[in-house]
């Protein structure tokens, strides 16, 4: 079975940065990343393939960057000018099976 965590989450305020990290124990065609806010339907945040394609919620897009190290099996989103709206679970998805338990952002106005 695949396994996946995530990494990286924390606290930080309005305008910060922080880089979430996914490792993939097994192979990969893309990543997904989401973020689920409690009560709130899960919303999609960006996509990488190991070919290097990406895509990204419009909501993001501009603020976070997907990459990934085929080599480490990992993927990252950097993200940076944070809002609190960016507040989330945010948790990495292998070719649409496995997911991971998800890593918390909080930022804070």
């Known amino acids: 079975q695949v396994r996946l965590m995530e990494s990286g989450g924390g606290l930080v305020q309005a305008g910060g940065s922080l880089r979430l990290s996914c490792t993939v124990s097994g192979s990969m065609n893309f990543i997904d990343w989401y973020r689920q806010v409690p009560g709130k339907e899960r919303e999609y945040v960006a996509t990488i393939t190991t070919g290097g394609n990406t895509n990204y919620a419009d909501s993001v897009k501009g603020r976070f960057t997907v990459s990934v190290d085929n080599a480490e099996n990992t993927v990252y989103l950097q993200m940076t000018s944070l809002e609190p709206s960016d507040t989330a679970l945010y948790y990495c998805?292998?070719?649409?099976?496995?997911r991971g338990p998800g890593t918390q952002v909080t930022v804070s106005s």
């Open positions: 998805e292998r070719d649409d099976k496995d």
